[in-house]
């Protein structure tokens, strides 16, 4: 068959051979793109540099109401994260509700309190101190909103049976970042969370059995007087190493 004449969706020409493609497959359409002028280039990776510079992680939440929208806005921009298979194998619950703020905070507490306690290895007490958490989770109950960050580890396939996702760990992780930069850019701060264990979550917050809490980010702007640990960020050269024949 000549591809060029070929009119059905369901060919496609790739390497010099014309293949059919399995049926419901991707159709392809032209990439939105137009060429950056390097000038402008560096001028906007240096604008962005500097934005995310002045993120930080506070644990000092305002208890000012912030907008369902901007919370929309920010699981939105999430959500356009590139996964694993196209799978975006994520849950987004965003709570705005003190009942349910503070049953999240009670039990979340709990877990803490045994962990802090009990649990903790001393490789990772060490790590924790200079940035002075303890048990105690405020935040949970001070932000306007919680917003939990579930992985589906399974999918339902359209013959009704379970399969896998695949990499959803690091799809999610990428999202959370993207929802944590879209919350910087709107100017209000966030909180990545990770009490633990995190098992309560999917009960109280009515999830699904292959669904796994990942992350708990408080989202609102900072209290008065709100604090961040004195702490530095690596330079390139300690985070990086390049292979670059132009240097
Ligand atoms: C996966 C992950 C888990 C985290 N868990 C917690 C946590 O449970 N409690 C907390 O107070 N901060 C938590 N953090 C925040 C880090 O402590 C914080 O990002 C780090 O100290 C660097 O500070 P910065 O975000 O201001 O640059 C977590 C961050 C990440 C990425």
């Known amino acids: 068959m000549d591809v060029d004449t070929c009119e059905s969706p369901h060919y496609f020409h790739r390497e010099g051979k014309v293949r059919m493609a399995m049926q419901d497959a991707a159709s ?27 993120r930080r992680t506070t644990r000092h939440f305002s208890t000012r109401d912030v907008a369902r929208e901007v919370i929309e806005l ?56 200079p940035l002075g958490t303890d048990a105690v989770k405020p935040h949970l109950t001070d932000a306007p909103w ?8 399974k999918r339902l396939r359209e013959n009704g049976e379970w399969g896998p996702t695949y990499y ?11 929802f944590i930069q879209a919350v910087h850019t709107m100017g209000l701060v966030t909180l990545t969370h990770t009490p633990s264990p995190m098992g309560f979550l999917r009960e109280l917050l009515d ?41």
């Open 168 to 178: 959803a760990t690091e799809s999610c992780g990428i999202a959370a970042g993207m």
């Open 74 to 129: 920010a699981i939105r921009s999430a959500s356009t994260a590139p996964s694993g298979a196209h799978l975006q194998p994520w849950t987004w619950v965003a709570i705005r509700s003190a009942d349910l703020q503070v049953k999240l905070r009670e039990a979340a507490e709990e877990e803490e309190q045994k962990t802090y306690a009990e649990r903790m290895p001393e490789a990772w007490s060490e790590v924790l101190e």
């Open 28 to 54: 392809f359409i032209p990439l939105i793109w137009s060429e950056t002028p390097s000038s402008v280039m560096l001028e906007r990776g240096r604008s962005n540099l500097a934005l995310m510079e002045e």
């Open 146 to 153: 919680v917003v939990v960050l579930f992985k589906q580890k």
């Open 207 to 247: 999830r699904p059995k292959h669904e796994e809490a990942m992350l708990v980010m408080p989202v609102g702007y900072p209290a008065e007087g709100a604090e961040v640990p004195d702490i530095h960020r690596k330079s390139l050269d300690e985070v990086a190493v390049f292979f670059d024949e132009q240097a």
